[in-house]
């Protein structure tokens, strides 16, 4: 007969002491959250941002062709077709007469308006051009050191191929646009570089010493500040002798980029360290006896790193567009150097525009790249906050 108590229940939990802290308490999930370095930390949750990583791959892509514009051209930089000066894009078909052809474009022919002095061009649509891939095509230099003509797409041996149209000289837009890239995408790069610099060493200098020194940097950044930029822009890039070569403009034009760009930089680096100069850890440096240079750069600039990264991804697409105003507005880059914006000074005439509208794709890929930008530096500042919580 049962006296009323309860019986006790089998024991099936492990009697074994529980430390926390050991690998085999952790399950496999936990063990690659919890016990992930920083950098791992950082991966796992930009991978969460879908939006930044499709816009890293985007800029990844970008920025790989560079090393191979040659390649990816179906014309040579400077290709003139003199019978086709401002040919509409053509269009890539598939299907001819119900069949398939594979790609292939029709072949483009003009006739001239004499009441409007202008060629109007229309497709043949009873010739077929099909492409060619991985095919030999117009000469050139990799990297102006190794002679070459293979090219990933050509045009047929008779036919055209202006996928999106060509300029007043009969020039395929997509090929200059492709070799614009290199410079338009490397003058953020290197531009970036010189004001990060700049940025991070005058600012970490005021913000750490204070005093004469933080007074002396505020002071020049306050002279910087006050002028216009795109003005301040336009004086220097003025003041670049006439007679330097395409690759010292290039240069010029990013020192000047960088010289000008770092002031947003250093005051928030300056700000930042005020704060955390005064905390325990840096307190503890100093008395441990750290350099200045170390506690700045190992123990300072590590706590907003984030801030660092956002910085990086919204000055370089502001760089990009400054080369791509100042070329524009014929004070950057010139021929015969091609950048987007040396592009896009064809599209300067108002009626060119209206008769020509192709002219302004080189635009496309400058808003594509600071779009990138932008999401990138959104997703990376997350994934690099400390204080942000999953």
């Not at 020049?220 to 003005?231: A, C, D, G, Q, Y």
Request: overall charge neutral; aromatic content about 12%.
């Amino acid at each position: 007969m049962s006296s009323g108590k309860p019986e006790p229940l089998e024991h099936f939990v492990s009697s074994a002491p529980f430390d926390p802290y050991s690998i085999e308490a952790l399950t496999e999930e936990q063990e690659r959250y919890y016990l992930a370095s920083q950098w791992r930390m950082m991966w796992l949750r930009f991978k969460r941002h879908r939006l930044a990583v499709v816009s890293g791959a985007v800029l990844l892509v970008m920025y790989s062709s560079i090393l191979v514009s040659e390649f990816l051209a179906p014309y040579g930089l400077h290709s003139r077709h003199s019978n086709f000066i401002y040919a509409p894009p053509q269009s890539i078909h598939f299907f001819h007469q119900g069949r398939f052809q594979g790609p292939f474009v029709y072949e483009t022919g003009f006739e001239l308006d004499l009441e409007n002095l202008r060629r109007v061009y229309s497709e043949n649509r009873d010739v077929v051009h099909k492409l060619r891939f991985f095919c030999r095509g117009d000469e050139y230099e990799w990297m102006g050191l190794i002679p070459g003509n293979f090219h990933l797409v050509c045009p047929a041996q008779e036919g055209t191929l202006f996928l999106l149209g060509s300029d007043r000289l009969g020039r395929d837009i997509l090929s200059r646009i492709i070799y614009g890239a290199r410079i338009s995408l490397t003058v953020g790069l290197i531009g970036i570089a010189i004001s990060f610099v700049i940025g991070i060493v005058l600012g970490g200098l005021a913000g750490y010493y204070g005093g004469w020194v933080d007074g002396l940097v505020q002071r020049l950044i306050e002279i910087i500040r006050s002028f216009p930029e795109l003005p301040l822009w336009m004086a220097l890039s003025a003041a670049l002798p006439v007679n330097w070569s395409p690759i010292g403009v290039f240069l010029g034009i990013t020192v000047i980029l960088g010289l000008v760009d770092w002031t947003g930089l250093a005051r928030a680096v300056r700000s930042k360290l005020l704060a955390l100069r005064e905390e325990d850890f840096a307190t503890a440096a100093v008395l441990m006896g750290a350099r200045p240079a170390r506690i700045i750069g190992r123990h300072l600039l590590p706590n907003f790193m984030s801030h660092l990264i956002a910085s990086a991804t919204l000055s370089i697409p502001s760089m990009i567009l400054g080369e791509t105003a100042l070329s524009f507005l014929g004070l950057g880059l010139r021929p015969p150097v091609t950048s987007w914006g040396v592009l896009l000074t064809e599209a300067q005439n108002i009626n060119a525009v209206a008769l020509y509208p192709w002219l302004m794709l080189p635009v496309a890929p400058v808003i594509i790249v600071v779009l990138a930008f932008n999401f990138l530096g959104d997703g990376l500042r997350d994934a690099a906050d400390p204080y942000k919580v999953d």
